[in-house]
């Protein structure tokens, strides 16, 4: 009580602006800043209102921070602003004869949460010879700076130019069943009664899947597992595995014009890219960018591209290596985070923003801003925590804010409700 009576002693002498800004920063250095699990940490934050342009609160906002999965907000801005109302599946050319085709990094392509198809549907109803025309990617299958060893798990899987199933197999198993699919591969099945949980792993250098369970275990388990994408012969074979046809390798291609075939609406992309923090969709969407604008698959090419033009009103020049947030190498300001959200802010409808974006209660946010006053992305690597959105408050002023967070030494729970209680304060008071 004595605190909060002398913020508003001190706030009458200040003007309102002045005063909000001295009652934020006080507030963030007397119970954020420095505090556990905060005092030890690399943080920035930056607080912006569009509506009179004025920065309600900026610390270290001009600092260069890892900001994980909040990159997925560059890969947004990337897809809504060179990709079009749907997206690109793949460039093809017919004739009387044959169906050529070639991979545009569409990921929904058989991909089980879109049941809408159309390029296997014109692959299944075509009575012409289809041939696979190979794409230029310069990509690797992994991005700069990303951990080998998590080449098993679901979260990274490989990225290539025409991708299939999400770019991983689908291991099921509940007492006697067990299943893999696409069951192409081979899954290698080991029961072992000393096991405490469930094991499905990869070989790593091969597609050699495992599963080891303890057989008293009676519950069900679903799991992916990334396959290796490999060379254009075997994308052929994993084409042919799927639909029963022989397809054909284009070693020189027609030199007729190719169109595009467009697949599902891109909305339905961002959203669970935003919502459940998909690395595999932000990777793609910047494949699927080049693709459209070069007919090459060339993701440094669309970074370097949107930081010269659109991109290039950024008050700090970032390094900018993936398009997913999984790489360490990604190093950008809150600055940076507030400018790039104003951006998509200006150019594109609230409702269709805060419908992309995970709302407080929902998705990545399921257990924070139960309020709902946040539309935000997070981020979290070990040692990591981000948080860049919109935010509401209770006077229904909207604010742009971006808070990152390096090199803390607590939980990630921990830092993320220490946010939560500075932005629901400024929700709360203003």
């Known amino acids: 009580m004595k605190r909060l009576f002398f913020l508003l002693i001190f706030s009458w002498i200040l003007t309102p602006a002045a005063a909000q800004t001295a009652a934020i920063k006080k507030w963030a250095e007397t119970e954020l800043l420095h505090k556990i699990p905060m005092e030890q940490a690399h943080a920035g934050i930056c607080i912006y209102e569009p509506a009179t342009d004025k920065y309600w609160y900026q610390y270290q906002d001009d600092k260069y921070f890892t900001p994980a999965s909040n990159m997925k907000i560059f890969s947004l801005y990337a897809g809504m602003k060179l990709l079009g109302d749907s997206l690109p599946a793949v460039r093809y050319y017919e004739n009387d004869t044959a169906l050529f085709l070639k991979g545009m990094a569409d990921p929904s392509f058989l991909h089980p949460d879109y049941t809408y198809q159309p390029l296997l549907q014109l692959l299944q109803q075509t009575n012409k010879k289809i041939y696979l025309v190979p794409a230029m990617n310069v990509n690797q299958r992994y991005g700069a700076g990303w951990s080998w060893s998590d080449f098993a798990d679901d979260y990274q899987p490989e990225l290539n130019e025409w991708p299939m199933y999400g770019n991983v197999v689908r291991i099921r198993h509940h007492l006697d069943s067990n299943s893999i699919s696409p069951a192409l591969y081979d899954l290698d099945i ?41 060379s254009v012969q075997e994308l052929r074979q ?154 509401v408050t209770k006077k229904n002023k909207s604010l742009v804010f971006s808070v990152l967070v390096n090199n803390h030494h607590e939980t990630a729970s921990s830092v993320r409700k220490a946010i939560e209680r500075l932005l629901t304060m400024i929700w709360r008071e203003y």
């Open 190 to 230: 080991t029961a072992d009664d000393t096991l405490s949980e469930s094991i499905v792993t990869r070989d790593e250098r091969h597609n050699f899947f495992y599963l080891k369970y303890n057989p008293k275990d009676k519950s069900a388990l679903e799991a992916e597992v990334p396959f290796i994408t490999g």
């Open 238 to 391: 994993r084409l042919e595995d799927t639909l029963h046809k022989r397809i054909g390798l284009a070693v020189n291609p027609p030199a007729g014009r190719f169109n595009v075939l467009r697949s599902i609406p891109a909305d339905s992309l961002y959203t669970p890219m935003m919502q459940r923090s998909d690395n595999f969709f932000a990777e793609q969407t910047l494949m699927m960018a080049a693709s459209t604008l070069w007919d090459t698959i060339n993701s440094t090419r669309v970074r370097e591209y949107l930081l010269s033009h659109e991109l290039k009103v950024l008050p700090h020049p970032p390094t900018w290596e993936d398009g997913s947030g999984l790489s360490r190498y990604n190093l950008f300001t809150p600055r940076d985070f507030v400018t790039v959200l104003s951006l998509l802010k200006a150019q594109y409808p609230q409702d269709r923003l805060w419908h992309i974006f995970p709302t407080g209660g929902k998705g990545t946010l399921r257990n924070y801003y139960q309020q709902q006053f946040v539309h935000a992305k997070t981020g979290t690597l070990t040692g990591v925590v981000a948080l860049s959105g919109y935010l």
